[in-house]
């Protein structure tokens, strides 16, 4: 399967290098998007030289923005899938064959059907913060309202995505949303969802770096969420019957 490993970063130079050494280590096409990092991400993304391939610039637009630029790199490079995975080390690199298995066995089932695999994590581990947790939830309910499908972890990160199954990233939003965003739309147009347990790692309270904000960001989702409630009497469910 023709694939790379996508990783946004925005200020998380503690452990970036960690997780592109364990990317590297099971594909030799790791794209980083560089989302206007002021830690000194620069210049550790330099130190790798032609290893990587970086997309950077220099003000903070939001991790959909940065989605949506490494998602384009891909697609120019003729990759199939691209696998997206965080930085901040909550993912385990390794994971990512799980998430290309399942596409591989979706795929052969369906004949050649375009998929889209989220990898899963456990909302009841240890150190899982209470506001994510909730905000998950939140979005699992409404996204099943929204597409009559249900997935357990609708805010994971962790993902595999068909490119050739993307929508427009005309209309996806730049910040936290957009991969709810680009879930309900992608099941709107009949793409295979699937989700497959991961493992995840949060880090003691001192020493975890989210760039998440609770009020803020669940705001954002819930706004989004009315958007697309919305839309999907007028759009969705209709494309989804004609499926």
């Not at 120019?76 to 591989?104: I, K, N, W």
């Not at 936290?176 to 991961?198: H, I, M, N, Q, T």
């Amino acid at each position: 399967m023709k694939h790379c490993i996508l990783i946004p970063t925005y200020n998380n130079s503690k452990t970036l290098t960690s997780v592109i050494d364990r990317s590297l280590a099971i594909c030799a096409d790791v794209i980083v998007v560089n989302d206007g990092s002021t830690d000194g991400t620069s210049g550790l993304l330099s130190a790798y030289g032609s290893r990587l391939d970086v997309v950077s610039y220099d003000r903070n637009k939001g991790k959909g923005y940065a989605l949506k630029c490494g998602l384009r790199r891909a697609r120019e490079r003729g990759f199939r899938y691209a696998v997206t995975l965080d930085s901040d080390g909550q993912h385990y690199p390794e994971d990512a064959s799980l998430l290309l298995d399942e596409a591989a066995r979706l795929t052969a089932e369906g004949g050649g059907d375009k998929v889209l695999v989220v990898g899963s994590r456990n909302l009841t581990a240890d150190g899982m913060p209470h506001s994510n947790s909730f905000a998950n939830k939140f979005s699992n309910f409404w996204f099943t309202v929204q597409t009559g499908r249900a997935l357990p972890d609708t805010q994971s990160g962790f993902r595999l995505y068909d490119l050739e199954a993307l929508p427009s990233f005309l209309f996806v939003t730049n910040r936290y949303e957009s991969e709810l965003e680009l879930l309900v739309f992608s099941a709107w147009r009949g793409v295979k969802l699937s989700a497959v347990p991961v493992r995840v790692y949060y880090a003691p309270e001192g020493e975890r770096v989210s760039h998440f904000r609770p009020f803020v960001d669940f705001f954002r989702i819930s706004v989004l969420n009315t958007v697309l409630c919305f839309v999907a009497l007028f759009y969705g469910y209709p494309r989804m019957l004609l499926i």
